[in-house]
C-alpha cells in the first residue's frame, strides 16, 4: 500500500471525513463497476457504491490496516450486492431489461459506443446467467485479479469453494455464450429474405 | 465419454504441462463436447479481459459527501432520541422502584389516612406559607431582597443556558459527539 494511501487510512480512521472523502475519490470506479457488474443496472449500481462507502465509513475503525483496503472495500460491496440480489429474485424481464440498457458515454466517437455497449450488454447479459456469488467471484477474479485467496478473504468461502465456483462459472459462461451465438445465428436465419 | 480432467483443463490452460496440453489437444479432436467448451470459453474469456471498468457516474463523490451528512444528521437524531429514552426509562423504573418500596414498607391504610390528611390540611398549609413569605418579606432589608432576586435569577438563567447548550450538542454531534 502506498504510504499517501496508508497515511489517508489512518487520518480516516481518527475520524478525519476529508480523508475518507479522498479515499471514496480513488476508488469510486473500482466500487462502483463491481456494483454495476453484479446488479446490471446503472442506478441500482451507483445506489449500492454509495451503501458501500457508507459502511465502510461507519466500519473504518474496524479495519485491519494489514488486509488489502481494496480488498476489504470490495468485500463490502460484494456482500450487499449479494443480499440485493437475494432480496430481489432477479425475473427474466429484469434480465432482458438489462441487456436492453445502454449506459450513457462520454465519448465522441458514435462507432465505439455502439461498439462498447454491444461488448457490455454481451457480457452484462452473460454475468446474469451466473448465481450471485458465482458472479462476485467471476467478477473479482478478472475485473481485480484477485487472487483465489484474496476472493475467499472477500467472499467469506473457503479458497477450494473458491475454485469450485470458479469453475463452475466459467463452464457455465462458456454454455451460456455458445447459446447465445446459437440463438443469434437462428435469429438471422429466420430474418434473411434466403431462407 | 469422461471429460475429466480435460474439462478443468480447459480453464486452467495455463498451469498445463506441456504433455498435459498435448493430451488436452488429443482429447478436444475427438470430443465435440469439451470443444464446444473451449471455443465458447476463449470467447468469454477475451471479452472478460478486454472490457473495462465502468466508470462511476460524475458527481459520485459529491453526492457521497451530501448524503453522508444527511445520513449521520438522521444518526445523531437516533442517538439522542435512544439517549432521551434511556433517561426517561431510568426515571420511570427508579420511580416505580421507589413506590413500589414505599408500599413495602408503609401499610396502604396508613399511606391513604396520610393523603386525605395532606389535602385536607393543603389550604391552610398555603395561607400559613403565605404568611411566611409575608412576614420573612417584611423583615429582610429590601436590598438584601433585590440580592437575592438577582442571585435566583443569576443562577436560573446559568442553569438554563448549560441546559439548552447541553441539548444543542446532543442534537448537533450526537451522543457519541462523532
Known sequence: MINHEM?????????????????????????????????????????????????????????????????????????????QQRKKRITTMEIEDWMEEVIPDHTPEPEKQIRENEERQSIQ??????????????????????????????????????????????????????????????????????? | MSHLPFENWIFDREKLTPSQIAELEAHLQTCQQCKRIQTGWKEVETLLHTTPLTPAPPQFVNRFQASLAERKAQRQKRQVRIALFALGGAFVLASMVFVLRLFWT???????????????????????????????????????LVALVFLLTGWSILLLTLWFLTFQRLSKLGVRGQ
Open chain 1, 125 to 195: 447479459s452473460l454475468l446474469s446467467s451466473l448465481n450471485p456469488q458465482d458472479r462476485a467471484a467471476v467478477i473479482l477474479r478478472y475485473w481485480y485479479e484477485c487472487s483465489e485467496e484474496e476472493i475467499s478473504q472477500a467472499l467469506q468461502l473457503s479458497v477450494s469453494a473458491v475454485k469450485s465456483r470458479l469453475h463452475r462459472a466459467r463452464l457455465r459462461l462458456a454454455q451460456q455464450y455458445q447459446s447465445q451465438q446459437y440463438a443469434m445465428t437462428e435469429r438471422i436465419r429466420d430474418e434473411s429474405p434466403a431462407f
Open chain 1, 7 to 83: 497515511d489517508m487510512l489512518i487520518r480516516a480512521q481518527n475520524g478525519d471525513e476529508e480523508a475518507f472523502t479522498s479515499l471514496v475519490l480513488q476508488y469510486q470506479n473500482p466500487v462502483y463497476n463491481l456494483c454495476y457488474r453484479m446488479l446490471g443496472n446503472a442506478q441500482e449500481a451507483e445506489d449500492a457504491a454509495q451503501e458501500t462507502f457508507w459502511r465502510a465509513y461507519q466500519a473504518i475503525r474496524r479495519y485491519d490496516r494489514n488486509r488489502s483496503f481494496a480488498t476489504w472495500l470490495l468485500s463490502i460491496a460484494a456482500h450487499y450486492c449479494i443480499d
Open chain 2, 106 to 144: 408503609v401499610p396502604p391504610a396508613r399511606l391513604l389516612s396520610d393523603l386525605i390528611g395532606w389535602i385536607t390540611l393543603a389550604p391552610q398549609r398555603w395561607s400559613e406559607f403565605q404568611y411566611i413569605l409575608y412576614y420573612w418579606g417584611s423583615q429582610i432589608p429590601p436590598l438584601a
